[in-house]
């Protein structure tokens, strides 16, 4: 096996506007040639459950080579995997710039592309991947109320898992009852100004997401009170639609073209307003640093919102460094089992929300890097909830080592996901579900 490159990975943008992306005969030819250097490495295996499933496929087959699997398998392998991105980022030692050029994530999307495009894709897949519209039907008040009622149902959520295929035993988010842009209208964000540091603009506009704004909108309040208390002038983006990354993750990529048309103009104000950008969700900051730079590499207003965006915790880190961080903690933490989420260690911003939390006194960070297998929409269906409760076992039992005060990770879903695996109730007393940006603020004891 020839070893793998030492220099740092280098992404390609990604062809999807040609009409090459689209024919099936070069994307399985690229698709064996991939499979056949991870069946000579096999290093990803622990990762999740597409390589143990091209694995077994090759051992099972006639020659115990890529060459003897049918290549209508092939897509059990595709569907398996679900954009996590860390092999191509951790794992994989033949990733551009080496001359095997393997970018498993992205061929993967090619293939869920063509996919979509051939009217393949399931109704139900679609419907998950709408979550601004299901945040907006599900924020209608008494609609709320019945949503939430029949997500923990026992019989409704039986007949949800025969007709549409949501798996009856998932514990699906709550919605809340009032958005967070209703909540941030009631009331005055902003503040004096703040000093610029040498690696952060001294003003923020909070890029809200589907998931603060319907289902956990103390996360998008807790982060303007954090700001606020730092003396960071803050506003919320004036207007914006989803992220992308479900549409992304489904291969519609159509859609994720129309989302950014209607995100990036209003983003690349601020960016050129010398604003840093920020989302409290990881995947929605990797789709903007990321994906659509990937997607868009020739747009201008792409990357000026990509140089301007930040995680929460990497940019209070770096106000840190630059000293103008208020670190006066007025409430210990305890005891925390924090979780990084796969699209904030692909950020390879390092674990800045560790460090920070760290800064508390009398608080205990535990780190779990691994990922649990949840993924967005992934582990919500039926076929793949197993597979997402298989995947996420080491972190569940790492997480509840030692019985911690708090359970916390910066991708929500993933924390209520982990709360499951654990056989925690959501709102459990003893071991509670705390957002990192709700922890920080309790240290504040604002």
């Not at 699906?172 to 009631?186: E, I, Q």
């Not at 549409?247 to 209607?262: C, F």
């Not at 307003?273 to 990881?282: D, Q, W």
């Not at 030692?402 to 007393?429: F, L």
Request: aromatic share 8%.
């Amino acid at each position: 096996m020839r070893e793998g490159s030492l220099e740092a990975p280098t992404r390609h943008p990604l062809d999807w506007m040609s009409e090459e992306f689209y024919q099936e005969e070069p994307l399985f030819e690229e698709l064996e040639r991939v499979f056949d250097i991870c069946h000579g490495c096999r290093r990803c295996v622990s990762l999740c459950t597409a390589f143990p499933t091209l694995f077994d496929l090759v051992d099972e087959s006639s020659t115990m080579e890529v060459d003897g699997v049918a290549k209508e398998d092939y897509w059990k392998v595709i569907d398996k995997c679900y954009l996590c991105d860390m092999c191509y980022m951790a794992k994989c030692p033949y990733v551009p710039p080496h001359e095997w050029n393997v970018d498993f994530p992205h061929l993967m999307l090619r293939a869920k592309a063509q996919k979509f495009k051939k009217g393949q894709t399931k109704w139900r897949d679609k419907l998950l991947s709408s979550t601004d519209a299901l945040g907006k039907l599900s924020s209608i008040p008494v609609v709320v109320q019945t949503i939430n009622a029949v997500n923990n149902n026992t019989v409704t959520r039986l007949a949800m898992e025969k007709t549409i295929g949501i798996h009856k035993d998932r514990q699906l988010p709550k919605y809340s009852g009032t958005t967070f842009r209703n909540l941030s209208r009631k009331e005055d964000i902003a503040t004096k100004s703040a000093k610029n540091g040498d690696r952060t603009p001294g003003k923020v506009a909070l890029f809200v997401t589907c998931y603060v704004n319907y289902n956990e909108p103390n996360i998008g309040t807790d982060l303007l009170a954090v700001l606020r208390h730092n003396e960071i002038p803050s506003t919320v983006v004036e207007k914006e639609a989803c992220c992308g990354m479900p549409k992304l993750e489904l291969g519609d990529l159509e859609s994720v073209k129309k989302l950014k048309e209607k995100n990036i103009p209003v983003l690349a104000k601020y960016a050129r307003e010398g604003y840093a950008i920020m989302t409290s969700v990881p995947s929605c900051t990797l789709m903007f640093k990321q994906e659509l730079p990937l997607m868009f590499p020739d747009d201008e207003d792409v990357k000026a919102v990509a140089n301007a965006m930040f995680d929460p915790f990497e940019y209070l880190v770096l106000r840190d460094r630059d000293g103008l961080l208020n670190k006066d903690f007025k409430q210990a933490l305890g005891s925390i089992s924090y979780h990084v989420p796969c699209h904030l260690r692909v950020q390879n911003v390092g674990l800045k929300t560790k460090e920070m939390l760290e800064k508390v006194p009398d608080t205990v960070v535990k780190t779990v890097e691994r990922c649990s297998g949840h993924d967005g929409t992934w582990g919500v269906k039926k076929e793949y909830f197993d597979d997402s409760m298989k995947i996420g076992r080491p972190v569940f039992r790492q997480m509840a080592d030692a019985t911690p005060d708090y359970v916390s990770s910066d991708c929500a879903i993933a924390a209520t996901h982990i709360m499951q695996g654990m056989g925690r109730a959501q709102d459990d007393k003893t071991v509670q579900k705390k957002h990192p940006i709700s922890l920080l603020r309790m240290a504040y004891g604002i």
